[in-house]
């Protein structure tokens, strides 16, 4: 066949073949990048063959990442690690942590578990029709933290692993090769130190678990606002996919709605002082939790014959029954169609009633987080004073902050 007579390569071809030749340069940049850059590494092989492989549709980790570690064990170290805090304490310590990797500009390797104290674990009997006097807990005394939090949707905003990935295994088996360039368990170093020291930026993984201190501790300035890089709002936003679907479906049925957040339980313990005279951290909580005092204090807020949505720790049958008299009452025991098949513990069903009530058109919490909060109780949310209860009108303030 003359020259004059081949045929030309088609257009496809030629795009197949310049891709090749992209490819191609790519891979023979990045390992000689590795073998001889700064990323030069002695498991080399082993980790892009990891990276290469990884599932799409995951965020892709990169050879360069570095990781903070904290333990196996929300709060730990720290006093609370012989059982567990409630997840107030073990959210601000995952914040604390959080915001720790963040500011290193490291990955942070989270938990695969979360600890359940089992007086945190009791399952809802609001509405319930019988009157027995005993409580039926879920079982178990843990939960997988994937079971509670979307990870992809939190390495959006901070790069996240959990510590029985594929993925830790690899790091931590890598550092062991690294010697003192792998691995720095560090106690009482700032977190300014731990970024601007060179001993400390180059590590591939900084051990925070050397602290005898639990993890909310270290942030236990907190009440410096200029200094939290994650708002109150967001662990609670990033629940699991399921848990956050739950939820829409529940606020779908509900409409148009208002809701309140009643803590009373754990937070009504008392005790005697020395002459025998009972005293409470908070003490106005039990009255301003009662309902007459709730209708009282959410009335100018929220309109006569709205819907009101109740999430509360309180376990006693028909104790919020008088707020019939004003609203309409929903609790999460009337949407068991949606949640019995999905919830297997109380830490689930808190997150689900949590975007419930944060969705509502109005909303009362129990204490105030910010300024601008609606609360039930004037009560501070931290209270190192054991005082007398009140239960009288007479103290309370007639307008709603």
Known sequence: MSKAQRPKPTSGTQRLVLLCIVVFAFLLLLTSVISTGKLGLPYQQTLIDYFVRSPLGKRQHTLSEKYLYWGNRIDCP?????????????????????????????TFVMPSGMCINPIHNKKGILN???????????????????SLYDIDLISEKIPVILDDS??????????????????????????????????????????????????FVECKDRSNRSNVMLPYSFLPTMAAANLRNAAEKIKAELGDYDAIHVRRGDKLKTRKDRFGVERIQFPHLDRDTRPEFILHRIE?????GRTLFIGSNERRPGFFSPLAVR????????????????????????????????????????????????????????????EIPVYTMDERKEEVS
Request: overall charge positive.
């Open 78 to 106: 720290g006093k609370n690690c012989e059982t567990c805090a409630g997840l107030g304490h073990q959210e601000s310590s995952l914040r604390c942590a959080l915001e720790e990797a963040m500011f290193l500009n490291r």
């Open 327 to 386: 609203y309409k009452l929903a609790y999460s025991s009337n949407f068991s169609e949606i949640l019995d098949p999905l919830i297997k513990n109380n830490y689930q069903l808190f997150m689900v009633e949590r975007l419930v009530m944060m969705g509502a058109k109005t909303f009362f919490k129990t204490f105030r987080e910010y300024e601008t909060d609606l609360t039930l109780t004037d009560d501070p949310k931290k209270n190192k004073n054991w």
């Open 166 to 215: 594929k993925t830790w295994h690899i790091v931590l088996s890598t550092s062991m090769k690294l010697g003192d360039r792998g691995i720095a368990h560090v106690h009482g170093v700032s977190r300014h130190e731990l970024k601007d020291n060179s001993h400390y930026s180059s590590l591939l993984i900084i051990n925070r678990t050397a602290s005898p201190l639990a993890w």
């Open 128 to 146: 319930r029709s019988d009157n027995k006097s005993t409580e039926e807990g879920w079982g178990g005394s843990s939960c997988a933290m994937d």
């Open 300 to 304: 100018k807020r929220i309109p006569k």
